[in-house]
């Protein structure tokens, strides 16, 4: 057998090792809480449960699809085989880690290292499509607790005050949120406020410097693709109504 032949063989077992090990490690994390043993024991509608499934499922598959598109709108030669492999791998790690940033971190050593000659791109693309997964979340929200409000049945009744104040800070949220997105496409639209410059001016400032200046230069990247990014927001919508649906059916 030859040398190369022995390291695929080697390099295969060892993806294979780790697949396996992320797989039982997060079977066991599931063990530890005592929902997962509620949940087996009771009678299950597996109808729901499969309908509940494909929600989760397309609401991922959303997300990669959205980075793909930011990327590839970068000029960054990028197949959407490796962005659903990386996406996944990536999802993974966000269960495996604190947080999502785990996940999107996995996603920044494995794209630049396909995109060495363009880093900054490549990072940009991440931190962009993660600003666009959180913004949608928050207008999703905002418009489900202004929906809230407004419902009129019983309980809403016997509850009036507290659902007159959420009404309104669903309301004021929504209204904050879009008018926030506006403003932050104009600016984004505008290179004085994105450029070198503003990045240097705020990567001086203490503690969140370096953070503000890695979003207004993923912003600058992104200039002349805003119509990119629109259609990114609006599909991330899809995401987060499905994933509130696999919860519906699951429940």
Known sequence: MSDRKSKQIAVTVIKVGISAGLLWYLFQKANENSAFDTLSGRPKDWG??????????????????RWCLLVRALDLDFAMRD???????????????VGVVGGDA?????????QPER?????????I??????????????????????????????????FDKLQNLGKTAAIALLVGGVFGLIVMAI???????MQTRLGALPK???ILEKIVRAASLYRSKISVVLFSIVISFGTHVLFTLCAFFVA
């Open 191 to 197: 290179p004085a406020l994105t450029g070198q410059q």
């Open 129 to 162: 499509d993660r600003l666009i997964g959180v913004y949608s979340l928050l207008i999703v929200g905002a418009l489900a607790c202004w929906y809230m409000g407004a419902r009129s049945d019983s309980f809403v009744a016997a509850n009036t005050e507290a």
């Open 208 to 210: 969140i410097g370096g």
């Open 119 to 127: 880093k900054t791109e490549a990072v940009a693309s991440v931190v």
């Open 83 to 97: 962005a659903f492999k990386l996406g996944f791998i990536g999802y993974a790690f966000n269960f495996a880690t």
């Open 106 to 114: 996995i996603k920044s050593v494995y794209i630049t290292r396909q």
């Open 48 to 65: 729901l449960l499969t309908a509940g499934f494909l929600c989760a499922l397309g609401a991922m598959c959303i997300t990669k699809i």
